[in-house]
């Protein structure tokens, strides 16, 4: 049996900056913490439970078993080899195929050794995954007039009504290939209406929370896929 004093080890803010990445990972492609689960039950391999991970978003567990940052590892690799293992029309497999494994900044797939490695603190998070600066408003207005701009220049283009043009760009929202579009949530898309049609500007928060890995916005690569999709 372990000493108490083992408890305090790896530290609390340790288990916080890993849950922190946890959940980063989940909101870069729009998954809950049960997703990894339910994938490894469709897809028959070994992964991280639902419970499990929660716990360990929230910085739950002092010393989780070994096995579990293989599963984590293991995970990782099908995602970077988009081995998903599952039919091409199992309604999980959009979901799954929207996720990015952890790399390195070089590049470097992470390992179940990488995952422990984070967990107690002794690789960083990666960048993406870093706190980022709050958004100013004007960035937020500014972003917010872009993306109106864009929208409108393909209607007029396609010479389509703004309302019809906003349901070809919803359609695309609901049916392109998650691999290669930025996903919105539902709340995410309706707010993008609602800025579309000028009834509301992105605040700093929402701007902030519509960043991409690259530092750019979803709702504006959504659009962009949309004009060169569109027919």
Known sequence: MSSPENASYP??????CFGKTLTSWLERAGWSHDTPLRWGKAAQFPTVADSTFNRMQR?????PYPVTFIQFGMMNDRLASRNY???EDDPLLPRIARQRAI???????????DFFSHFIGELEPPAWAKEQPLP????AVEASAEAVERFRGTAQALNLPLPEAWESLAAVAAKASATVMPHLSNDELETLRMVLSGWHTWTPEQMHQLRDLDGGLRPLSLLDYWKATIK
Do not use: F, V
């Not at 100013?136 to 960035?139: A, G, I, S």
């Open 11 to 16: 530290s609390q803010s340790c288990r916080d």
């Open 59 to 63: 910085g739950k567990i002092a010393q």
């Open 85 to 87: 293992g599952l039919a």
């Open 103 to 113: 790399e390195h900044d070089d590049g470097r797939l992470w390992t179940a050794t």
């Open 136 to 139: 100013t408003l004007q960035q």
